[in-house]
C-alpha cells in the first residue's frame, strides 16, 4: 500500500504515522505501508483498494477534481450543512461527518449495494476532523472496507492518542438495515446459548454428513445448502430438524428461514444481507436461536444491536468453501473483534431488562464462532483470540480420517485458555 499526502497538509502524515504505530503494536503489519508526497491536490491510496480522498479541511478543497484512473473518488465533508433531500440522493463518493439528517447528527454514505448508511456522530472541531481523518486514511491503508475505517475513526475520538479503541462504549451507534421499531422489538428477545454449549461446530451441505457427525458426538451442527433450487431441501431441512432433536443437538439451518420457521428448527444462520428480508420478530416469537454472521466493525455493531443468540466472526484465513464478500480478517482483527463483543456483552449488561429474560442473562450468555479455513494447523491459535467455538468445513469432510479430525479439533477447541476477565480499570471505562 503506498499513502500520497499533499504537499498542502503534509503534517497529516505525521498523524498518520502515530496511528500506524498503534496498528503496529496490536499486531498488524504496516511494513509494507509506504509514504509520499501527492502530486496532486487530493490523498491518494494506491493498493488493493485504490482511493482519492478530498476534504473541506484543506483550502483546495473543491470536490471536483478528475482523480487517477482507477481510483474511487471520495469527497469527505467535515463541515456539511446539505439538506435532508440532498442526503436523500447522497453521491456514493461523498461522505458527510458529523451532518444533520431527520433531526440527528451522523456521518453519512452511501454503500456499495446503494443502500445509505448512518454512524452517529456529532460535527467535529478543526483539531478533530484532523484526527478524524489520520485513523480513516490510516484503517484504509491497513486494508479496513469503508464502513469499519469510518467506525474506527469515530471511536478513535473517544480514547486517548495513544490508544487502539478496543471497548463497545467507545464505538459508535450504527444505523442498520433494520427500522427502529423492528430492531427495539427483537432486542434481548433470542434465547441465549451456554458459550460451553457449542463445542466444535461443523457446517455441513447434506444429511448424511449430519447424521454421521451427530452419531461421532457433535452437539452443534449447521446445515448449509447453497443451492436454493435444491429438489429435496425442505425434506432436508425438516430431517435435520428430526435428526437434531433425536440426538439433542442443536442443529442450525443457514439462510432458509421460512422453513425453519415452518418446521419449528432449534436455529437458524443468517448472512448480513438477510437482514433486510428476514422476518426477525416471527423468529423470535417462535423462541428460535440465531446466528449472524460478521465480517467487521460495522456488521458486528449490527449485531450487537440486534442480540442473536451467537455471533460468527470470519472469515479468519483464505477459504474455498463459498464466496466472501470481504478479506480473510486474520488473527490480530479476530482478537479485536473479540474483545468488542465481550465489552459489549458487559456494556450491555446493564441495560433495561425485557419482557422475555433479563439483559444481563442474554448478554453474558452471547458467545462468538471464528469461521473461516480453520483446520488442525491453525486452531490453536484461534482459540487463543478468546472466541467460544470454531466452525469447521473442509478440516472435517476432506479429512482422511473423520473421527480422528473430530476428535484432534474437539482436544485444542477443549484446552483453550481460560477467558480475559476485563480488568478493574476496563469494567470502570465500559460502565463509564
Request: glycine share 6%.
Amino acid at each position: 500500500m503506498k499513502l500520497f499526502i499533499p504537499a498542502h497538509c503534509i503534517e497529516l502524515t505525521g498523524a498518520v504515522q502515530q496511528v500506524l504505530l498503534l496498528a503496529k503494536q496490536q499486531g498488524f503489519a504496516i511494513e509494507s505501508i509506504e509514504l509520499g508526497v501527492s502530486p496532486t491536490q487530493s490523498i491518494q491510496l494506491l493498493g488493493q483498494h485504490r482511493y482519492s480522498l478530498q476534504t473541506d479541511l484543506f483550502p483546495s478543497f473543491s470536490g471536483s477534481e478528475p482523480s487517477r484512473q482507477n481510483l474511487a473518488a471520495i469527497a469527505i465533508g467535515y463541515q456539511s450543512s446539505t439538506s435532508d433531500s440532498d442526503i436523500d440522493n447522497l453521491s456514493p463518493a461523498t461522505l458527510l461527518i458529523g451532518a444533520t439528517y431527520k433531526g440527528q447528527q451522523r456521518d453519512i454514505w452511501r454503500h456499495t449495494d446503494g443502500e445509505l448508511r448512518f454512524l452517529s456522530g456529532a460535527t467535529l472541531s478543526p483539531a478533530q476532523a484532523w484526527h478524524h481523518l489520520a485513523w480513516l486514511v490510516t484503517a484504509l491503508c491497513l486494508e479496513f472496507p469503508l464502513e469499519d475505517a469510518l467506525c474506527l475513526a469515530r471511536a478513535a475520538l473517544n480514547v486517548s492518542r495513544e490508544t487502539w479503541p478496543k471497548e463497545y462504549v467507545y464505538f459508535p451507534t450504527v444505523q442498520s438495515c433494520l427500522s427502529e421499531e423492528t430492531e427495539q422489538t427483537v432486542a434481548f428477545s433470542f434465547p441465549s446459548l451456554a458459550k460451553q454449549s457449542l463445542g466444535l461446530y461443523p457446517v455441513v451441505d447434506n444429511i448424511a454428513w449430519l447424521e454421521t457427525l451427530l452419531k461421532l458426538g457433535i452437539n452443534t451442527l449447521q446445515l448449509r445448502i447453497k443451492n436454493p433450487q435444491q429438489t429435496d431441501l425442505e425434506q432436508q431441512i425438516v430431517r435435520a430438524i428430526e435428526l437434531g432433536r433425536q440426538y439433542q443437538a442443536q442443529v442450525f439451518i443457514n439462510d432458509y428461514w421460512r422453513l425453519a420457521l415452518k418446521h419449528g428448527a432449534f436455529g437458524v444462520h443468517l448472512g448480513q444481507e438477510d437482514l433486510q428480508t428476514a422476518d426477525l420478530h416471527a423468529l423470535a416469537k417462535a423462541n428460535i436461536h440465531l446466528g449472524l454472521s460478521t465480517h467487521g466493525y460495522f456488521e458486528l455493531l449490527t449485531a450487537l444491536k440486534i442480540r442473536p443468540s451467537y455471533i460468527a466472526l470470519g472469515h479468519i484465513f483464505p477459504t474455498t468453501t463459498k464466496q466472501m464478500p470481504s478479506r480473510p480478517q486474520g488473527l490480530v482483527r479476530l482478537a479485536l473483534y473479540q474483545q468488542l463483543v465481550a465489552s459489549g456483552s458487559h456494556y450491555l449488561s446493564s441495560a433495561p431488562a425485557s419482557d422475555h429474560k433479563s439483559s444481563i442473562e442474554q448478554a453474558i450468555a452471547l458467545p462468538t464462532v471464528a469461521i473461516g479455513g480453520i483446520d488442525v494447523t491453525n486452531i490453536r491459535s484461534v482459540v487463543e483470540c478468546g472466541v467460544a467455538s470454531v466452525a469447521v468445513v473442509r478440516a472435517i469432510t476432506e479429512a482422511d480420517d473423520v473421527h480422528a479430525a473430530v476428535k484432534h479439533l474437539q482436544a485444542e477447541l477443549a484446552s483453550k485458555p481460560q477467558e480475559r476477565k476485563l480488568s478493574t480499570q476496563e469494567v470502570a471505562d465500559v460502565n463509564g
